[in-house]
């Protein structure tokens, strides 16, 4: 019996061993191996969502920054500050790495969907889902530049842990030159019209007019404003407020949308307590007044809400949909009538007649009374500074106010009466996050920070 | 039930022919034959001091393997084949062994206690070994030695009683997680848990928790009662872990049950209530001091004096609210409206006992353990079930099963703006709590605390069965062969609804509904080989164990719901899903050796190899050699005979271990869905490959030295070990921005961890009627990152990982004081550029201790006894968050409340030992008084040394005597009175020094936010056996 049981037991040892040789080699089931992912059409366009996914995390807080760092908003927990300045800790939220992500999906779209095999994929669809991934990847640069200056330009998808190592910082210029070579190429590409929630030509041509607004280029400004404004698909709607309150309106030229169910949170940070918000951002006070001024914000003081127990208060319901579905409102038709008066004033054949019209236009949609007069005294510099203004009140909570004044020079004097500190040029370009310069040795933060 | 998928690609081989080879050879080995008698000896053991009869005493006849166990009364009866005389052996744990000639029945046999319990058998991972012949570090608990304060879970309970085991309680709430370092932090996200092993079953230690409860995690070891121990096993060293392989670095710690034994039945019933209450709570300004302090925040930042924020309420300006004057101001407390003083019950009732052939342990429990904090509870129901059955002399088998359910009910306390403390501590104080309307005011940040308490509805329960099975089979003598099977099967629900009168219930009720399942199965394979020769005697084991783990839940969450009414998810008018799956399997093959040569010296030997699924292809198989030896000097010829120094051991060993606990499927690159645009699905690319993916190795030495003296009333042992880890795992290992992925799994640099333990026991009176024993221990651990491809800063950024220094350091501006002339923070500039910037932060210490330890004692006398333990930390440091926003210098405004302390800060040239002056604004150096709302650069004025000396238990007993039990019936009956953490010494300005508020994330240890303190409870218990 003893040797009985010795074989036995050497026969299960044997059976156990040679019954695991694969039990290791497992496979996830929650998500799928990164080769082959993108392989047809309906898997090219969820690469696709995919980029739009990071955009609805991304602009939030590109939107945030942008109007915190301005003087139309500020937080409600520090009143004190309606300029704050930065440095590399506390950057004023500013997002970082969310563009690249939305870069590197983009990469991997421009790679590998002209590689894609599939008879349901046409021509025309292949191009104009490659076209997007374009326009997203042009559109995540121009935010990238606009926060701080010339970045790290990567255009391949990230496959490997060193496939970026060793990349430095580009100039402006050619970060620029790399925003106009996508938009260019998202132009030739793109054939879509009439989805607002997604990049369509005119989404191209509206973020290209902000752009040579940006870059100073200015009849490419007006004619490319031109486009989208001569369109008929597009147009001013009034009253004011239905461009929120309403979804992909025609005044939307590209708006990043919500659903219930893929809902956004940002209603909280701007409704009052009373409404069930957080009142994390209000308005600044003398932006209020504007506002509520018939002689300047007209219509447009109903985008704010009064408070009923702080009545000093009010609260902004452009985001204010409750149950997340508020869009974030990236381009529309409103901003391309003020950058073609601005480009059309400052070309250099300067056309007040056709800036005028363009400003009156967004004045009388918002019910403006007295509008802007002109007559043979108003100089090129009213013009400026009515745009300006207009700009500042239409645009109020839409994260343009501290570009604006960024781009037109008139930072040191504007902000920096709330914060000497946004004297200094350095200030005019957020510091890279602190934490993001630690994790990569080519990254050079921004001087003065 | 979470079945085996079928689509898995790979499913459990379960080899069949394996059973029935077994079923055979169980059949075939079960036959006996029927012995001869030839003499029947009957007798009683009694203990040579005390006269007591002693059960469970094991007599052996020597020569044969025939043995036999004594009743509670100290009888025996022994009817064998031999004739009279012959030899008996009496061994019994924790006294000397005696060998003695029995010639005619019946006699009486006493025994003497030996405290140093040299040759108790310790089990060592797969063997058993005299604690002799040990050539490892270890150390043992006995259930009944455990803390009498109400933790729920047993590793609380072992605090300041293993030297190198460092335990803190993260938080005052029971049933929440404790931190566990067995010789320091060897690893980052590697995990660095010990392993814990429960009578052979390896069980997860890591939680299936999804709610976010504000850092707060709960105890996965509370499923499991603290009743039914019989010891703790710490294996420390790496020659008694490596044999655990890729899971043994972090230590192991062997849990036994408590099994039944040769004895009549045995009824044990228990019973501990009591009170629980927290003190030394934060203190708060008064309504009109914070107005004030605001105030004069707001003109020093440049505020316009007729904008103040409490300014006459009918001073209208385009500025913000005007909250009328500080001296209009009342004063709310919210605080003391969360406490309460909580009422603990727990009972536990077992029956054990057996024959010859088998035994029993049946036990249950209930307990109920409210926290001080309201909204939070813990209950236990457990059930336990051991039964060992001997089919014949060659072949046993066994099994071990426990199931319990855990309910909790929970709040969310520490961090983010709908938390519990953040509604009670930091709302200011001169916030109203309700409106004029007599509605519940909410604070534009936080909840109204009276609106959480009423409203909350958080719960959750875990649910958890623990099993084994096992034969043992004895082919030969000298040969054993064991297999073992075993499953640790998890559900963990939780569901929580916040209604819409909490701002985390806005716009109408949002509701999340969690369920999280988690089976692990495991087979062990084990032959163990012993001979003994006159020379020596040789151990040799051989193993195989097979691990797999499936893990799987699903979330939903709802929103929109009709009314407060309706919780249920399926009334929602949002509803959202999501599902989660993951698998991980690892395959082990093992062995060792140990020989034993004429109890002077010791050698062994242990090898490991093991393939894990979760390593990078290329890396499957780790492979753990170890190697200890042990020098028994006291019984060398040249080793004077003296009973002052009677025993003199040496030991050293080497050892490799592993560590694999980071995620399933880390090294494979991923794109996932889920990532949706409106209603468009959308899949995102989710994680970088990394092939490269190696084990977590750690190679430690450990030297011991083992004395015992003073005519066997001093023992002591000392270790000296020395750990170093490479291929440090980094579940988040930071990359550049520019790849798109924000970090990776990554072996990313190199750790060390050395250190010193002591331990001493002393029989300080031992005599008929009293006793007094003290235990103390004192440990060292010094931890350093050796290498790291760069310092990362992980969850908060006042916390860092840097090479040169310890793990979780604190990162800060060293303040060195305040001008007196301005009223300005002085910071240490370190690079002298006249400017504080980050680069001027300093690394200035962690939360582990210089030392640590405990001291206990226990002390009888007649009926009496008395049990206490003070444990001690000394050089540990804290990151006092808390007070960080509490004493904000009045620059949060109406954001936050204030602390008392702020009080006294910079008001006029010449101020000195001062808070800096009320200001946020930036100094001409670049640094800040204090911080705004938004900013992080942090002052080391909030790192504190939070040292302390805490007494932690103190228990009173009285057993009624024998001759009362006896007439009642009863074989024992013990009241105790428990007093848990009465009295503790500190310097740490918060309310408790062992906080650790955000256990979730890795790099943070040492951080005190809204840390709930652990209470002072007051405990009376009840323990008779029938």
Request: with cysteine.
């Amino acid at each position: 019996m003893r040797y009985q049981s010795k074989i036995y037991l050497l026969l299960i040892m044997l059976i156990w061993t040679t019954s695991c040789s694969d039990l290791l080699d497992l496979q996830p089931e929650a998500s799928v191996s990164d080769e082959g992912v993108i392989s047809d059409k309906k898997t090219s366009l969820a690469a696709l969502y995919g980029i739009y996914d990071n955009i609805q995390n991304s602009y939030t807080p590109t939107l945030t920054a942008f109007n915190l760092a301005g003087d139309n908003v500020i937080s409600y927990a520090t009143p004190t500050i309606i300029v704050p300045d930065r440095n590399a800790e506390d950057n004023g939220g500013a997002p970082f790495a969310a563009f690249y992500v939305t870069i590197n999906r983009a990469n991997f779209i421009i790679k590998r969907v002209p590689e894609v095999v599939d008879n349901q994929l046409t021509d025309a669809e292949r191009d104009q889902i490659v076209g997007e991934a374009y326009f997203l990847r042009a559109f995540a640069y121009f935010d990238l530049a606009r926060f701080y200056g010339g970045v790290q330009i990567v255009t391949e998808p990230t496959e490997r842990i060193d496939t970026h190592k060793g990349t430095k910082r580009s100039t402006l210029a050619e970060t620029y030159n790399q925003v106009l070579a996508d938009l260019d190429k998202a132009e030739e590409l793109i054939s879509g019209e009439t989805d607002r929630s997604r990049a369509t030509k005119f989404a191209v041509y509206a973020l290209k007019a902000r752009f040579f607004l940006y870059t100073e280029q200015w009849e490419q400004a007006e004619e490319y404003a031109s486009k989208t404004i001569s369109n008929s698909n597009f147009s001013l709607v009034k009253p004011f407020t239905t461009f929120f309150t309403d979804r992909l309106s025609k005044e939307s030229i590209f708006e990043v949308v919500y659903t219930a169910v893929d809902a956004s949170t940002y209603w909280r940070s701007w409704l009052s307590t009373e409404d069930g918000g957080n009142q994390t951002y209000v308005p600044e006070p003398s932006l209020i007044a504007d506002l509520l001024d018939p002689a300047k914000g007209g219509a447009r003081k109903n985008i704010l809400k009064q408070s009923v127990q702080e009545p000093e208060l009010y609260a902004v319901q452009l985001y204010g949909k409750k149950d997340g579905t508020s869009s974030l409102f990236a381009l529309r038709i409103a901003e391309q009538y003020l950058i073609r008066a601005e480009a059309r004033t400052k070309k250099s054949n300067p056309d007040i007649e056709g800036a005028v019209s363009d400003l009156l236009e967004v004045q009388s949609r918002a019910e403006v009374t007295p509008l802007f007069t002109h007559n043979a005294v108003t100089t090129v510099e009213d013009v400026l500074v009515a745009i300006e203004e207009e700009r500042r009140l239409e645009l109020a909570f839409e994260g343009h106010r501290f570009t604006d004044l960024i781009r037109t020079n008139r930072a040191a004097e504007v902000l920096g009466s709330y914060n000497p500190l946004l004297k200094e040029p350095y200030q005019w370009v957020f510091p890279i996050p602190a934490s993001s310069v630690e994790k990569d040795p080519d990254l050079e933060q921004n001087k003065g920070y | 039930m979470l079945a085996i998928r079928q689509d898995r690609r790979i499913k459990l081989k379960i080899p069949l022919g394996l059973i029935a080879v077994m079923l055979w050879s169980i059949v075939t080995i079960a036959q006996e034959t029927t012995p001869l008698i030839n003499s029947r000896l009957d007798g009683v053991i009694l203990d040579s001091i005390t006269k007591e009869p002693l059960g469970e005493v094991t007599l052996r006849l020597e020569g044969v393997t025939h043995s036999t166990k004594t009743d509670d009364d100290g009888k025996f009866q022994f009817i064998t084949g031999q004739k009279f005389p012959y030899t008996i052996i009496i061994s019994y744990v924790g006294y000397k062994t005696k060998t003695i000639v029995a010639n005619g029945s019946p006699i009486t046999i006493l025994l003497e206690r030996d405290d140093s319990a040299i040759d108790e058998v310790e089990i060592v991972g797969y063997t058993k070994v005299k604690r002799s012949a040990l050539t490892s570090s270890m150390s043992v608990v006995k259930g009944k030695d455990l803390s009498q304060a109400p933790y729920t879970s047993v590793i609380e309970k072992l605090q300041g009683q293993v030297p190198g085991l460092l335990i803190t309680n993260d938080s005052g709430t029971p049933g929440t997680s404790v931190l566990v370092r067995l010789r320091g932090t060897n690893s980052v996200n590697g995990g660095n848990e010990p392993l814990y092993v429960v009578d052979d079953v390896i069980i997860n230690s890591d939680n299936l928790q999804g709610l976010n409860l504000g850092g707060q995690l709960v105890n996965p070891l509370s499923d499991i009662s603290t009743n039914d121990i019989e010891s703790i096993t710490v294996l420390k060293d790496a020659n008694a872990t490596a044999v655990y392989g890729s899971r043994g670095a972090n230590g192991v710690i062997l849990i036994k049950t408590n099994r039944g034994s040769n004895r009549k039945p045995r009824v044990n019933f228990g019973l501990q209530t009591g009170t629980s209450k927290t003190r030394n709570l934060w203190e708060l300004v008064t309504g009109e001091e914070h107005a004030n302090l605001v105030n004069e925040a707001f003109v020093n930042n440049g505020g316009l004096y007729e904008n103040r924020p409490f300014r006459p309420v009918n001073e209208s300006t385009t500025a913000f609210p005007a909250w009328g004057l500080p001296e209009e101001q009342e004063t709310y407390d919210r605080l003391s409206a969360i406490w309460r003083t909580a009422v603990l019950q727990r009972y536990n009732l077992s029956v054990s006992g057996g024959n010859v052939n088998s035994n029993f342990y049946i036990g249950g429990e209930y307990l109920n353990q409210p926290s001080t904090v309201k909204e939070q509870d813990f209950s236990r129901y457990s059930f336990r079930v051991n039964l060992d059955h001997k089919l014949s002399d060659r072949l046993k088998i066994g099994t071990s099963n426990n199931i319990s359910t855990t309910p909790r009910k929970l709040i969310r306390v520490g961090d983010g703006g709908t938390g519990l403390f953040q509604a009670a501590l930091h709302t200011p104080t001169f916030y109203p709590i309700f409106d004029e309307n007599g509605q519940y005011n909410t604070h534009f940040t936080f909840e109204n605390v009276y609106a959480m308490l009423e409203n909350t509805d958080t719960e959750s329960n875990s649910i958890r069965s623990l099993n084994n099975v096992f034969a043992e089979i004895k082919i030969i003598p000298s040969l054993t062969f064991k297999s073992s099977w075993s499953s640790d099967y998890n559900i963990y629900k939780e569901h929580s609804y916040f209604s819409t009168k909490l701002v985390a219930g806005q716009p109408a009720g949002n509701a999340t509904y969690n369920n999280t399942e988690r089976l692990t199965l495991s087979a062990d394979q084990l032959l163990n080989y012993n001979v003994s020769t006159i020379s020596g005697d040789l151990a040799v084991f051989l193993g195989n164990s097979y691990q797999f783990t499936d893990k799987g839940g699903h979330t939903i969450t709802g929103s929109q719901f009709p009314s407060d009414q309706h919780r249920q998810i399926v009334s929602a008018g949002v509803r959202n899903g999501t599902t989660t799956a993951s698998s991980a399997s690892l395959l082990s093959f093992f062995g060792g050796i140990n020989y034993s040569y004429k109890d002077r010296y010791v050698i062994d030997g242990t090898f490991r190899s093991d393939g894990s699924s979760r390593i990078g292809k290329d890396h499957r198989w780790g492979h753990f050699p170890a190697a200890g030896f042990n020098w028994r000097v006291s019984n060398e010829e040249f080793f004077p005979k003296s009973d002052n120094f009677s025993e003199l051991r040496l030991k050293a060993s080497w050892g490799l271990t592993g560590n694999a606990a980071v995620d399933d499927f880390q090294s494979l690159g991923l794109w996932s869905g889920g990532s949706n645009y409106g209603d468009n699905v959308g899949i995102v690319p989710s994680q970088m490959a990394n092939a490269d993916l190696k084990w977590e190795k750690t190679r430690q030495w450990n030297f011991g030295l083992t004395g015992v003296l003073l005519n066997q009333r001093l023992d002591f042992e000392i270790n000296y070990y020395d750990k170093y880890t490479k291929d440090l795992l980094l579940s988040s290992f930071p990359v550049q921005d520019i790849t798109g992925f924000s970090s990776i799994t990554y072996n990313a640099g190199e750790i060390s961890n050395k250190g010193i333990e002591f331990i001493a026991n002393s029989d300080n009176l031992k005599s008929k009627h009293i006793s007094w024993r003290t235990t103390f221990t004192i440990s060292r651990n010094t931890n350093k990152v050796e290498k790291l491809l760069q310092p990362i800063t992980g969850g908060y950024r006042q916390f860092r990982l840097e090479e040169g220094h310890a793990i979780s350091s604190i990162w800060v501006h060293k303040q060195l004081g305040v001008d007196p002339q301005t009223g300005n923070v002085i910071y240490e500039d370190v690079d002298g550029d006249g400017q504080i910037t980050q680069e001027d932060r300093q690394l200035l210490g962690s939360v582990w201790p210089d030392f640590e330890g405990g001291l206990r004692n226990s002390i009888t006398y007649k009926s009496f006894d008395i049990n206490a333990n003070i444990t001690y930390r000394w050089g540990n440091r804290l990151y006092n968050y808390t007070k960080y926003f509490l004493e904000s210098g009045g620059v949060r405004g109406t954001e936050r409340a204030i602390q008392k302390s702020q009080l006294n800060y910079w008001k006029q040239p010449g101020d000195i030992n001062v808070l800096p002056r009320l200001s946020s604004t930036t100094n001409p150096d670049g640094s800040r008084n204090y911080e705004p709302a938004s900013a992080n650069s942090y002052s080391s004025r909030f790192l504190e040394d939070a040292s302390f000396i805490r007494l932690k238990d103190i228990t009173v007993g009285y057993s009624l005597p024998s001759r009362i039990t006896r007439t009642i019936g009863v074989n024992q009956a013990k009241a105790t009175f428990t007093a848990a953490n009465l009295i503790t010494i500190t310097k740490y300005s918060g309310p408790d020094p062992e906080a650790n508020s955000a256990s979730d994330r890795a790099l943070v240890q040492g951080m005190d936010f809204n840390s709930v303190p652990q209470p002072i409870s007051f405990l009376f218990g009840l323990n008779i056996t029938l």
